[in-house]
């Protein structure tokens, strides 16, 4: 389904387990409304803690981020 984010097994609700089964996933549904959602919050705490160090935004370069899963950062 197009709205579900798949995740490899793994975290502490389903630990990676050496000879695990292959292709086991933990589901999250609803995965464009977690997408938009969590890409506001943090957003809003960069901004945040950007203006209280002072700074703004211009006075960086670039700011990267990581994300695993290839849906997000499409």
């Known amino acids: ?3 579900t984010i798949l995740i490899p097994e793994g ?3 389903s630990p990676f387990r050496v000879g695990g089964e ?3 996933f933990i589901t999250m549904l609803e995965g464009d409304r977690i ?3 969590t ?4 957003v ?3 901004k945040r803690k ?7 935004i211009q006075d ?3 700011l990267l981020f990581h994300q695993g899963n290839s849906r997000i950062i499409e």
Request: aromatic share 6%.
């Open 1 to 3: 389904e197009k709205d």
């Open 11 to 13: 975290g502490s609700k």
């Open 22 to 24: 292959k292709g086991a």
């Open 35 to 37: 997408v938009h959602e």
């Open 39 to 42: 890409t506001e919050l943090l």
């Open 44 to 46: 809003d705490f960069l």
């Open 50 to 56: 950007i203006k209280e160090k002072g700074e703004s």
């Open 60 to 62: 960086y370069d670039m």
